[in-house]
C-alpha cells in the first residue's frame, strides 16, 4: 500500500522524478513501488551513504564501503525505478524538465531530495582549512588528514610543530561533534598509542570548541553533562562558550596562549584542525540561482505550493532534517498545468 497523498499519481503513468538517493529520496521511490508511475531517481553517486557512521570512516574505525550501498542493487527488484548517476544542475519548469550534464529529463513530478550542505556560520572562508563532514570524501579527506598528522610530526624534531600537528580542533556541539571528539581521544590514546617511536600519540592535544553554554543543545541538560564529563575522562579539552573567530590563524584562536592553527590551507598534510558544522538545504544550482526558499523552522518541507515558479511542474521537497510530505497536484490541476 502506499499513502494516500500519492493517489492522484494512481490515475495515469506519470513520471516521478526523485532527485537524491539519500534517506528521503529512498523512501520515496520506495513508497511508490505499487504505484503506475515511471520512478526517475537521479544522483550524483551511485550509492547511498549511511551518514551517521561517516565519522568512523573519518577517524578509521571503518571503510567507505561499509557505509555506502549501491542505490541499483537497493532498487534492482523495483522495477518501476530507473537509477541514474548523474549532477543534477537545474530544473526547468517551464519545459517541465530536470538538467543534468548528460542530459535532461522530463518530469511531471518532482520530488527534490538533495539534502543539506554544510553550513560555516557565514564563516565560508573557513572551508578550506575546515572540512565539513557529510559525505564519504570528506570523511577520507578527514582520515587522510589526521593520520598524516600522526606522520608528520614523526618526522618533525620542532617541539612547536610537532605540537601543533599533533592538536584536533572540532567545531560543533551536535551528536557529530561529540563522536568525532570521542573518536580522536581513542585513535590518539588507542589505537595508535603504541605505533610510533619519537611521538606518544597519547599526547595528541583533543580540542571541542562550541560557541554555546552546553554540549548536545537538542539532548537535555543531563545527556549533555554526560556528554562533557566522558569526553573530558578520555583527555578532550571541551571548551564551551568559545565563539571560534577563525581556523586559520593561532592569534585569532580563543585558547589564548596555546598555538592551534592550521598553516598553507593548500597544504593538506599540515591540517589538524577541523570542522563539523550544521547543515543547510541544498538545492540543484539552478533553484539556488533563483533563491528557491525552503520553508520550516529545519528548512525541511518544501511544498509544490512554496517552490518558485522555476521549480514547478509539481514538487514535493524532503531536505535534510525533514518530513518527506509531497504535494501532488489534483488531475484538473495536473493536465492544465501540464497543457
Ligand atoms: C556525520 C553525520 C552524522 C549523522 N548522524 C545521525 C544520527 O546518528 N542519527 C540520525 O537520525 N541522523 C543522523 N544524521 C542525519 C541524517 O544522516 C540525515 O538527516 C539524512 O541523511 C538526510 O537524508 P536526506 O535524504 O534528506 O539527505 P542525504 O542523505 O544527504 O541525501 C541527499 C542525496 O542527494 C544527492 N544530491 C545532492 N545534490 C545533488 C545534485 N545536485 N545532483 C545529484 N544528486 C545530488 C546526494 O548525493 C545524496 O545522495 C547524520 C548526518 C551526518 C552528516
Redesign the pocket.
Known amino acids: 500500500m502506499f499513502r494516500k497523498e500519492f493517489e492522484p499519481l494512481l490515475q495515469q503513468k506519470t513520471r516521478v522524478v526523485i ?7 529512498l523512501e520515496a521511490a520506495k513508497t511508490l513501488k505499487r504505484a503506475p508511475v515511471e520512478i526517475t531517481l ?4 551511485n550509492y ?2 549511511f ?2 557512521l ?2 568512523q570512516v573519518a577517524t578509521a574505525a571503518l571503510s567507505p564501503a561499509d557505509i555506502a550501498w549501491p542505490v541499483r542493487h537497493i532498487l534492482r527488484s523495483q522495477e518501476n525505478a530507473t537509477v541514474f548517476m ?4 537545474g530544473i526547468d519548469g517551464d519545459l517541465r524538465v530536470v538538467k543534468t550534464p548528460a542530459g535532461e529529463f522530463p518530469v511531471d513530478f518532482l520530488v527534490i ?4 550542505v554544510h553550513s560555516y556560520f557565514g564563516h565560508e572562508n573557513w572551508a578550506a582549512v575546515a572540512p565539513g ?2 559525505w564519504i570524501e570528506d570523511a577520507t579527506r578527514i582520515r587522510r588528514s589526521i593520520l598524516s598528522a600522526f606522520e608528520q610530526a614523526e618526522l618533525i624534531r620542532d617541539d612547536a610543530e610537532r605540537k601543533r600537528l599533533l592538536t584536533f580542533v572540532i567545531i560543533g556541539d551536535g ?2 561533534g561529540v563522536e568525532m571528539a570521542g573518536a580522536i581521544a581513542e585513535v590518539a590514546r588507542q589505537t595508535l598509542a603504541r605505533d610510533f617511536r619519537r611521538i606518544d600519540p597519547r599526547t595528541a592535544r583533543i580540542v571541542l570548541i562550541e560557541a554555546g553554554p552546553r554540549l548536545l543543545p537538542n539532548f537535555t541538560e543531563q545527556h549533555s553533562s554526560y556528554a562533557r564529563d566522558t569526553l573530558t575522562a578520555m583527555g578532550v579539552d571541551v571548551m564551551t562558550s568559545s565563539a571560534m573567530s577563525s581556523p586559520t590563524t593561532a592569534s585569532s584562536a580563543p585558547w589564548g596562549g596555546a598555538a592551534i592553527s592550521t598553516r598553507d590551507p593548500s597544504d593538506e598534510h599540515r591540517h589538524s584542525s577541523f570542522a563539523i558544522a550544521r ?1 543547510l538545504p ?1 538545492c ?2 539552478d533553484c539556488q540561482n533563483r533563491r528557491m526558499k525552503l520553508s520550516s523552522p529545519r528548512g525541511a518541507l518544501c511544498s509544490r505550493n512554496s517552490l518558485p515558479k522555476s521549480c514547478t511542474p509539481s514538487a514535493g521537497a ?4 525533514g518530513r518527506f510530505t509531497p504535494s501532488p497536484p489534483s488531475r484538473l490541476e495536473a493536465r492544465s498545468r501540464l497543457g
Request: charged share 15%; net charge negative; aromatic share 6%.
Open positions: 532527485l537524491g538517493a539519500g534517506f528521503a529520496g537521479i544522483d550524483r553517486h547511498h551513504c551518514q551517521p561517516l565519522y548523474a549532477e543534477v544542475i531530495a538533495t539534502g543539506a563532514l557529510k551528536p557529530t547543515g541544498n540543484p544550482a524532503a531536505v535534510d532534517g
